[in-house]
């Protein structure tokens, strides 16, 4: 699958089915966002059990404000409705698949 | 049946994808494994003003997409792949990676380097939380705030100086009781009104819950110590080369940087270093691609031999 882009409402619809949901909450001034969008995208297309999902920050600020969002790029997991982990400027594709197995399984 | 690349280029910065772009051109089968995306160091620039052709400037990030969309359109592939270890010894060398081992008749060697850390505990939950590496990436999030730059080289006044018009307050920490900047920043610096020095002091602790609040200092005379509340601090005391993966099979110099001269030669036949990760005098984009050309062209004398 491709990443998603999220608005506040389409991003709680989903929290509220319960979905697995990786969020990359990003900003196009910021240099380190693009840098990890090429691995994030990739990592997308190869496993489709999780949703991937990319919520601008300079577009959705109330749900950055709602995530506590203070540094970006920061990635969140939402299971179940929740937040369960998230991680701030992961330096590698590596880096955020062991993220994703970490707080799925 | 195991494929084997003629070249293997391991880090996708501007030395790797050039070598890409003339070992494709010249015919060779070209894979280059980096662990994030194109560009290397130069891809958290925001304007790249040295690098001849672009009389406006460019930003490194898409500096690094277009060298790599370059060398893809000669046929080299790109694989996110982190290299975990390596085989370098034989005459088919092993890349073993997070994607799986790929195998080259050559490698090049483009990992580049990375900010010098300081060693501390909790160094690492800090940073991105209050301490940082790059001041032109995340010095705007301190807009009126108190900053503490620690080093005191060209890159540390320099950062010091972008902060000054960012931050309300910026102190430099340096372990010395001079800079060793050179003499252009010095004026500058003076004229800052809002930089202030804490000469002779080295950081031993990084302090604050959950996120940076503060430093301990010591000083390095009379061994006193005392403790700064700042909301962020900026690591700047040089950088380091990422050549621990390399470390077992290539002479490295004592500062850890792979001993190679201009022809980029290592002291393993058919293996290359580029760009910043190896010995040189001058670290630019432009020293990088210079390498990256002569590697390919080392490569490919050296599969025509063996």
């Known amino acids: ?105 | 049946m195991k494929r084997i690349y003629d070249l293997l280029v391991i880090g996708g910065g501007p030395g790797g994808y050039t070598a890409a772009l003339y070992a494709a051109r010249a015919g060779l089968s070209v894979a280059v494994l980096e662990k994030l995306s194109a560009g290397g160091q130069m891809a958290l620039t925001d304007t790249v003003d040295n690098y001849p052709g672009f009389p406006e400037g460019i930003d490194g990030f898409s500096l690094g997409e277009n060298m790599q969309l370059q060398a893809e359109r000669f046929g080299a592939v790109t694989e996110l792949a982190e290299v975990l270890d390596m085989d370098l010894s034989g005459k088919e060398k092993a890349v073993h990676t997070s994607e799986g081992t790929f195998w080259g008749k050559t490698v090049v060697i483009s990992t580049g380097a990375s900010p010098r850390k300081l060693g501390l505990p909790n160094e690492e939950f800090y940073t991105g939380k209050g301490l940082h590496y790059c001041a032109a990436c995340d010095g705007m999030r301190y807009k009126g705030k108190t900053v503490a730059v620690l080093g005191g080289g060209d890159s540390a006044v320099a950062d010091a100086l972008a902060l000054a018009r960012i931050a309300e307050k910026v102190i430099i920490v340096h372990r010395r009781d001079t800079l060793r900047a050179t003499k252009v920043y010095h004026q500058t610096l003076e004229e800052a009104s809002n930089v202030t020095f804490l000469w002779n002091s080295e950081v031993t602790e990084l302090l604050g819950q959950g996120k940076l609040s503060g430093i301990k200092l010591k000083h390095v005379q009379t061994g006193e110590e005392t403790e700064l509340s700042v909301d962020g601090v900026f690591v700047s005391i040089g950088r380091e080369p990422s050549s621990g993966l390399v470390k077992n099979y290539l002479e490295l110099d004592e500062r850890g940087y792979i001993v190679a001269g201009e022809n980029t030669a290592t002291s393993l036949p058919g293996v290359y270093a580029v760009g910043d990760v190896r010995t040189k005098k001058l670290r630019q984009i432009v020293t990088a691609v210079a390498d990256g050309a002569y590697a390919a062209y080392a490569a490919e004398e050296y599969i025509a031999q063996v």
């Open chain 1, 1 to 105: 699958m491709a990443t998603v882009n999220l608005n506040n409402n389409q991003f709680q619809t989903l929290l509220a089915e319960g979905k697995t949901i990786l969020v990359d909450f990003w900003a196009p001034w910021c240099g380190y966002c693009r840098r990890i969008a090429p691995a994030y995208e990739k990592l997308a297309q190869e496993r489709d059990d999780i949703i991937f999902a990319k919520v601008n920050i300079d577009e959705e600020p109330l749900l950055a404000n709602d995530a506590n969002i203070e540094v970006i790029p920061t990635l969140v997991l939402y299971k179940e409705g929740k937040a369960v982990d998230f991680v701030i400027a992961p330096n590698s594709k590596l880096a955020i698949e062991k993220f994703i197995e970490q707080g799925v399984n």
